[in-house]
């Protein structure tokens, strides 16, 4: 059913920012207007909508719904033209704002049917809508990463069981599953040694040895919203220089956390995180940014890293993930979600972060 008040947000914003309608086509973000997953392939999906309030879904027949979702359906067949059927409630002329993730093919058609039409990008209204997560999303976020808690202390117990990377995360399905959590968020990352070193490592078939490290990235989609989390752990026992960087990497994390309230930079906090690791003289190793948003989808608008100057908000959910990575050698990244709260913000992962060494 139509959510009133996100449509409401969602038009205040057209009209902040000189949009008279907007089609929206992404299946995330009509799932946050209309609590219905419609996933329809290379097949046109598009919810439009009006300054004035006027709504239209514009969907396949080959996918049905029969329940009141709170907006008109108009259903076309593969033999007919969908923007046809979309065109008959553009306004012409005028400006519309379209989804970032329409596919060029159906937003050329359109032009070429309607030259007149004045076309932006549009999909700001709805990523700035989601940002600020409700009361309802930020209980639903509390209970995905409670799970991934949970999931994380099961992951540790099948690497010492001696697995694969992969096998890790096949493994890691079932367990999710027993938590009511049907998908990962994304391909779980387990990461052995060398591997670890390399940020966004790909899961293969290496098994552990004694004296190496590994990275455990896990997320899973609980009741429609994403969890995520990384832990580093260390088999055998650790070198001074592994101590030493996840020290750093641990002090990084906190920092970037405490600088996380209202009115901070998301720029601020990535400096806050990147200014621990720069100063224990590992700057260059820390590759990539702090965080990202998070929500329906694992990563959303906008990032946390210190090209982005906008303000944190009450209500907005993210990572905070600092790493160091040292090729050939091993890699530390701790990670915790936060939800900002009026003076500050809530860490939704309760997972130790204290260095853990696993005995082989």
Not at 129 to 158: C, F, G, P, T, Y
């Amino acid at each position: 059913m139509m959510n009133k008040q996100r449509l409401n947000t969602i038009i205040g914003k057209m009209e902040q920012k000189g949009l008279d309608q907007v089609v929206i086509t992404s299946p995330e973000s009509i799932f946050y207007l209309l609590g219905e997953w419609i996933h329809p392939g290379e097949r046109m999906l598009a919810l439009y909508i009006h300054k004035t309030g006027k709504t239209k879904l514009v969907l396949n027949a080959l996918f049905p719904i029969e329940k009141d979702l709170g907006v008109p359906i108009e259903f076309y067949n593969d033999t007919e033209d969908p923007i046809e059927y979309l065109m008959k409630d553009v306004e012409d002329k005028v400006v519309m704002g379209i989804d970032k993730e329409w596919a060029s093919h159906f937003l050329i058609r359109l032009m070429k049917k309607m030259p007149d039409l004045k076309i932006e990008i549009g999909s700001s209204v709805v990523d700035e809508a989601r940002m600020i997560k409700d009361e309802e999303e930020r209980e639903l976020m509390r209970k995905a990463s409670a799970i991934n808690d949970k999931v994380m202390a099961e992951a540790i117990e099948i690497v010492k069981s001696g697995c694969s990377e992969l096998e890790v995360g096949k493994r890691l399905a079932d367990v999710y599953a027993k938590y009511d959590t049907p998908a990962f968020s994304f391909d779980p990352l387990i990461c052995y040694g060398k591997g670890a070193a390399e940020p966004h490592h790909s899961s293969d078939e290496t098994k552990w040895s004694n004296n190496q490290c590994v990275i455990v990235d896990i997320g899973g989609v609980t009741d429609n919203y994403a969890s995520d989390m990384t832990r580093s752990f260390f088999i055998g026992e650790p070198n001074e220089e592994y101590k030493k960087i996840y020290a750093l990497v641990k002090k990084a994390n906190e920092a970037g956390i405490q600088a996380v309230k209202p009115g901070a930079k998301f720029s601020d906090i990535d400096k806050a995180a990147r200014k621990v690791i720069e100063d224990g003289g590992y700057g260059p190793y820390f590759t990539h940014r702090t965080g990202h948003n998070i929500g329906i989808s694992c990563h959303e608008a906008p990032d946390v890293s210190m090209t982005n100057d906008m303000e944190v908000q009450e209500g907005m959910a993210f990572s905070i993930e600092p790493g160091i990575y040292l090729s050939g050698k091993y890699g530390v990244r701790i990670e915790d979600l936060v939800l900002v709260t009026k003076d500050g913000c809530e860490v939704l992962n309760k997972y130790p972060k204290d260095l853990t060494i696993v005995k082989a």
